[in-house]
Every structure is written in C-alpha cells, then in structure tokens.
C-alpha cells in the first residue's frame, strides 16, 4: 500500500505543479505515450 500511496502523491504533486486538470493530465500521459512509442519505434526499425 506504500507504494500505491506514493504514486497517488506524486500524480498529485505534478498535477498542482503543471496546474492540471485530470482531464489535462491524462491527455498530457497519453501524448507522452505516444512520444515514446515513436521514440523506440525509430531506434528499432533504424
């Protein structure tokens, strides 16, 4: 439970630091998703 705790917290602590919504959060996780999918994308296929 400690560690789900933490991760609660730290979500929280960015979120109140980038000045987010939750709508806002989960489209900025969901963009950085997409960023690494490229990312590791191009170091396989190059």
Do not use: C, E, P
């Not at 999918?37 to 190059?46: E, M, S, W």
């Amino acid at each position: 439970m400690k560690l789900i705790d933490k991760h609660k917290q730290l979500i929280s602590w960015y979120q109140k630091k980038l000045s987010l919504t939750d709508y806002g959060l989960l489209w900025l996780v969901f963009f950085k998703g997409v960023f690494i999918a490229l990312v590791i994308d191009r170091l396989i296929v190059n």
